[in-house]
Each structure stands twice: as structure tokens, then as C-alpha cells.
């Protein structure tokens, strides 16, 4: 095992191969306040990439309804039950301290510690059963039934009110995370996995191949996956296409476009974009790049499940309402700062978010031209305490990889009154 820097879990890590970083990486925020469940996303990857044989129970985008759902079915709760059994026969826990630092074991350090005589398994993970893929809406809009009080005639007497409801679920969107160090990769005994030197997107040689599914038993997102007809694994492939900008239809000038799932969402909860990477694995410091700035810099943004060790690059906005306790073990210790930064947004962060999906090239870049305050409201933070809030109407501008602007949007989203000739024209 090589030691590598995992800046998630703020500390060195076992990782079966050295550190190899791209230039730029693939990653993305989803802003889970937004998200509607309508699922275009989902459709938009499959009528692209999975409509053939063989995938019709493959869903490279999928968004379930936490705590209950999920694809493939309990996925999150199998592999965190079988960290909490490792961690139990090493007397160690899953947990961060104060300075942000993880200190149970990723699951690389949980396989290594815990080899068995054959020594062959350098992941910790399972093997989803057939069935568990057939249901990917299962356990959709459900939510913890007993915590709110309910009337005789049913209705709910407890006040739902932020910061937290009693009673909550919440979307998830999930795609492949294309790991910085990737599960699927580190399992592969053919090495039929790669991660690209210019983006990061991780594929599987589809020639290479042998359909062992150790990637699909090693990935802990569980976003690679089986094909019984072609007999090879498949899974996610960023829609590369679009990123290297070879779709002349919709880039002429072959600048990179964001993936089908991103640019089809109508919830405008999603922004795509390629960010730099210095060659020690660190983020290179890129505060006018959309991303870093949420990422990196405000922190606003946060990875899931960062201590399965992989170092995903999808990057999260967590819901306001649901209990910090299960936020934190799904997105580590930084929900609650994330939380009340999204809830009182900084003048920067309130002009970032009008650029999700404002358009669909990748923003390498954006710029803020100032307005006038045009609204002011109290809002509760985390520990039930209250701030004010701020918002002024500035000018958002977005520039592509060439430097050309390609979006340009206002904080007051602007209002067209429809003329009355169209007036129930329907
Ligand atoms: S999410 Fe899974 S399939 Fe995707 S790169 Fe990471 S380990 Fe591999
Ligand atoms: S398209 Fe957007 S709003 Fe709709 S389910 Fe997907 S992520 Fe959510």
C-alpha cells in the first residue's frame, strides 16, 4: 500500500497505488435545498447512455429519497454497517476529532488491516444482490413516521419550523463520484480502470474487461455496475464527449459543455465544472473558479461520505431541515458551518448560486458587478440563533474555458409580464 494526502479526511492514508493527480478534475455541487426529485436528470443519462440490453436496471444518475432509499437498495447502510463491525474488531472508532481530522479507517485501511489468508481484498465492500437494483425509487418521499405528533382527525400538531423539522427526507442526487482515489481502480485485478490525465474522469477499458466485478463489490457509492448481456462492468462516463468539447452542434467553438444530467436539470440545483489540480493532489487555489470558491474557499459545499476514503469530486449544499446528526455522518463535520453559510448567504454566494444552471458550457471563471440592496430579513443559523441577511441585486458573469463570457444573470431573477394577447391562449 502507498501513503497518499486525502485533503477530505485532513490526513495521509493507505491507497493500494501511488498518487496520480490530473490537471483538471471533474467535480460538481449539488444544491440539495433545490432539488424536486422530477428525475429529468435521471432520464436525460439514460436516454444517452443506458437504453440498450443488458442495462435496463442501470441508472448511471439516480436521486433517492434519504433516510429510507436507495440504489441499490440500503447500498449506504450495508457498507457502514460492515465499517462499524471492522472498526469494532480493531477497538477503533468512526470518528473525527476537533480539527476536522478523521480518525477511523477508510475502506482501504479497514481491508488492509483486516486481510484475510488469501490476502486478495484491498477494499472493504460488498456485492449488491440482483434484486437490490430493480427498485431505484424505493422508499421514495418517506420520512421517519413517529417524531411528529399528529392529531385525532391526523393533522400534524408540531410546528414545522426551521432549524431542523422532526419529521424530514430529503433528495439525493448520485453519480459517479470519479474518486481521486478511486475504489473501482484499486480493486481491478485486470487494471482495467483508468483515471484521465486531462479531467480526471474515471472509465473501464471496455476491451480490457473481464467482468470479475470487483469494481462492482469495491465501489462504495456502488456506481459501477454489471452488465449481464455484454458481461462486462460499465459504468459513468461524465459524458466525455461534451467535456472535451467535440460536439459541434452545441460547442462550435469546442468549449467544454456540462453533462447531460447537469444541463438537464430543472431544478437548477446542479453546477458542473473542471478545476484545477496542482500535481501534489491539492486543489490549485482558483478563488474566481465557481467551484473553488464554494468548495474550497466558503466551504458551503461538502463531499459525501468522506470517510469511505476515496475522495469523491460531487460535492454537496446540505438541506436545511434535516437533522444535523445524520447530515454529519453522511457529509462530515463541516455541516453545520455549510448550513448556516447557505442560509445566510454571503453577497459572493448568493450572486454564485443565480449561475447554476444559467446556461451550459463549463464557467471556468466568474466576475460580480455590484448592485443595490434590495431586500433584508432575519434568518435562524444552526443553534437557533438569528442573523441578518442582506441581499442586493448584483450582476453575475460567467466566462467559458476561452475567456469568452457566456452567461451574464441578475440576483433579482427578471420578470416578463406576458402580453395580454397571449391571455389563455391555450
Ligand atoms: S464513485 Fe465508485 S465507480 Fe466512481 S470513481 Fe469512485 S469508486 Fe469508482
Ligand atoms: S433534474 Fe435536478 S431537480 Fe430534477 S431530480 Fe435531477 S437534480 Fe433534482
Avoid at 448511471?60 to 447500498?75: L, R, S
Amino acid at each position: 500500500m502507498a501513503n497518499v494526502y486525502n485533503w477530505q479526511i485532513n490526513r495521509d492514508m493507505s491507497y493500494p497505488y501511488e498518487g496520480k493527480y490530473p490537471e483538471r478534475q471533474f467535480a460538481a455541487v449539488f444544491n440539495i435545498n433545490r432539488c424536486i426529485a422530477c428525475q429529468t436528470c435521471t432520464m436525460a443519462c439514460k436516454s444517452t447512455w443506458t437504453f440498450s440490453k443488458g442495462q435496463e436496471l442501470m441508472w448511471w444518475n439516480n436521486v433517492e429519497t434519504k433516510p429510507y432509499g436507495g440504489y441499490p437498495q440500503y447500498w449506504d447502510v450495508k457498507l457502514l454497517n460492515l465499517m462499524q463491525k471492522a472498526h469494532d474488531r480493531q477497538e477503533k472508532s468512526m470518528t473525527w476529532n476537533s480539527e476536522g481530522t478523521y480518525d477511523g479507517m477508510t475502506i482501504f485501511e479497514a481491508a488492509e488491516k483486516e486481510k484475510t489468508k488469501n490476502g486478495q481484498s484491498r477494499v472493504l465492500g460488498y456485492l449488491p444482490k440482483d434484486h437490490e437494483w430493480t427498485k431505484p425509487n424505493i422508499g421514495e418521499d418517506v420520512s421517519p413516521p413517529k417524531s411528529t405528533k399528529k392529531d385525532k382527525m391526523g393533522y400534524i400538531t408540531d410546528p414545522i419550523k426551521l432549524p431542523e423539522h422532526k419529521s424530514f427526507f430529503f433528495y439525493l442526487q448520485r453519480i459517479c463520484n470519479h474518486c481521486t482515489y478511486p475504489a473501482c481502480l484499486a480493486a481491478c485485478p485486470r487494471k482495467a480502470i483508468y483515471k484521465r490525465d486531462e479531467d480526471g474522469v474515471v472509465l473501464i477499458d471496455q476491451e480490457r474487461c473481464r467482468g470479475y466485478r470487483k469494481c462492482v463489490e469495491a465501489c462504495p457509492y456502488k456506481k459501477a455496475m454489471y452488465n449481464g448481456q455484454t458481461k462486462i462492468s460499465e459504468k459513468c462516463i461524465a459524458c466525455y464527449p461534451r467535456l472535451e468539447g467535440k460536439d459541434n452542434h452545441i460547442t462550435p467553438d469546442g468549449v467544454p459543455v456540462e453533462t447531460r444530467c447537469m444541463s438537464s436539470c430543472v431544478g437548477k440545483i446542479r453546477m458542473q465544472g473542471l478545476v484545477k489540480m496542482n500535481q501534489d493532489g491539492i486543489w490549485a487555489k482558483d478563488e474566481e473558479n465557481p467551484l473553488y470558491w464554494m468548495i474550497q474557499k466558503e466551504k458551503v459545499a461538502l463531499p459525501l461520505y468522506p470517510q469511505f476514503g476515496t475522495e469523491p469530486n460531487m460535492f454537496y449544499i446540505p438541506p436545511r431541515w434535516a437533522p444535523r446528526s445524520y447530515l454529519t455522518q453522511m457529509f462530515g463535520p463541516g455541516v453545520e458551518q455549510a448550513i448556516d453559510r447557505y442560509a445566510a448567504p454571503s453577497r459572493e454566494l448568493m450572486a454564485i448560486l443565480q449561475l447554476f444552471r444559467a446556461q451550459r458550457e463549463v464557467i471556468y471563471k466568474y466576475s460580480i458587478k455590484k448592485g443595490p440592496k434590495i431586500y433584508e430579513k432575519k434568518v435562524t443559523l444552526s443553534d437557533g440563533s438569528q442573523t441578518g441577511l442582506d441581499i442586493y441585486n448584483d450582476t453575475v458573469i460567467g466566462y467559458n474555458e476561452k475567456g469568452k463570457e457566456c452567461v451574464r444573470t441578475t440576483v433579482d431573477e427578471p420578470m416578463y409580464e406576458r402580453p395580454n394577447k397571449h391571455f389563455n391562449s391555450i
